[in-house]
């Protein structure tokens, strides 16, 4: 095998780590992020959300399937840039129509392999997610450290509208069609439209900047917004349209940046986590069942609880705790037990529920795939909880914060 060609990787507060080209020869830059997964490379790979992210895995053997035609998540890589360990040198799988590197070749992604990954993430957990460099032209780490403090901040990013659609389409329903869901694509990953699709459901996947009257349309009962990147503190369009909906009692479902903007759009701010959450085997309790989940996550943002904001006292959130908004009261309805963010909200007095992971995970698990389940009985007039009605609380009682 030819000796691959030397590549540096320079982290915003001056770390820099040596490796070798891994994928396209030439230079990139994002925020370094890591990944805890063991699986599903090629699905971390094609997640919109990763749109202008340097994504580094933690798994040290990456490649091992290879590549193959039906496991996108959409129609292109979005990833900044790839770390890993050990490339595969050969991928063996009986789904696989190609290697790995030679894919991140045609699409012009830049990596680095043979980099201390453990180091790295062990680097990004103490200081916090921040800017990269990769670059296999540029030999000098003080020359590409002044890019990358140069490269834009993902605190203020607008991404949505490089990430959407650009024009409607839809995913018909498998079977007996049910229901219509209006899905407003931030960033949208093509499991989605499969997962509402199996539960009879079609779906008009939608461009970001859609309106109200787009939405009503496609004669939609309901109303989903997606997963997708960048912060949502800047995401003004989208927040003014769930306002929209909700002031129409539209049953709606938010998934994690479609969660953040649920919550801006019920008052709540938002707020940038350390280094974010990012794997799929991240515990999550649900106060509707009292279950614990096992679930992928992709955020790096998360909804700020009121008493509960950056720098409070750590603690589980009041189990009984309801926030009055303009449109009623408003629940935790799943927590991180690791840290115990947010990461699902549920409306007393509308019909609508978000969560901040991803129940849709194509590389699994699959713990928290019910939650599709619920979004049907939402609308079918139910609450989120599978109980009558969409003001149901979680607990017996009611305390109104």
């Known amino acids: ?134 670059s296999s032209v540029e030999d000098d780490p003080r020359a590409l450290l002044e890019r990358v403090r140069q490269s834009p901040q993902m605190v203020g990013a607008d991404l949505s509208a490089e990430v959407t659609t650009a024009t409607p389409y839809v995913v018909e329903a498998e079977g007996v069609h049910r229901y219509t869901v209006a899905a407003v694509d931030l960033g949208i990953k093509r499991n989605v439209p499969r997962r509402l699709a199996a539960r009879g459901v079609t779906t008009h996947v939608l461009p970001a900047g859609s309106t109200i009257d787009d939405l009503l349309a496609t004669g939609a009962d309901a109303v989903f917004f997606s997963p997708g990147p960048g912060d949502p503190a800047t995401a003004d369009g989208p927040v003014t349209l769930a306002r929209e909906v909700l002031s129409r009692r539209i049953p709606l479902f938010g998934i994690c940046f479609g969660s953040q903007i649920l ?77 115990n963010v947010v990461e699902g909200l549920r409306a007393v007095d509308v019909p609508a529920f978000t969560v901040q992971y991803h129940p849709e995970a194509a590389a699994g698990p699959h713990d928290a795939d019910y939650l599709f389940d619920r979004f049907a009985e939402l609308i079918e007039g139910r609450g989120p909880d599978g109980q009558p009605g969409a003001g149901r609380n979680l607990s017996e009682g009611r305390t109104n914060a």
């Open 263 to 339: 919550g801006r759009a019920l008052g709540f701010g938002t707020y940038k986590l350390g280094y974010g959450h990012r794997g799929i085997n991240q515990p999550v309790l649900d106060r509707v069942t009292g279950k614990v989940e096992v679930t992928s996550h992709n955020h790096g943002f998360a909804v700020a609880w009121p008493g509960r904001e950056p720098g409070t006292a750590a603690g589980p959130v009041v189990p009984d705790e309801v926030i009055e908004t303009e449109f009623g009261g408003v629940q935790v309805s799943h927590v991180c037990l690791n840290d």
């Open 1 to 134: 095998m030819a000796k691959r060609r030397a590549a540096i990787l320079v982290l915003e507060d001056g770390r820099t780590f040596h490796g070798e080209a891994y994928g396209s020869v030439g230079e990139t830059f994002g925020e370094a992020v890591f990944n805890t997964g063991m699986t599903g490379y090629q699905e971390t790979l094609t997640d919109p959300s990763y749109h202008r992210q340097v994504v580094v895995q933690t798994a040290p053997h990456i490649g091992n399937t290879g590549v193959n035609g039906e496991d996108d998540e959409s129609d292109r890589i979005w990833v900044a840039g790839y770390v890993v360990r050990d490339p595969a040198r050969i991928g063996s799988n009986w789904r696989s129509t190609g290697g790995l590197e030679d894919r991140l070749g045609v699409e012009g992604v830049v990596g680095i392999a043979g980099v201390d990954t453990r180091a790295l993430t062990r680097h990004l957990r103490e200081r916090g997610a921040m800017r990269v460099g990769i």
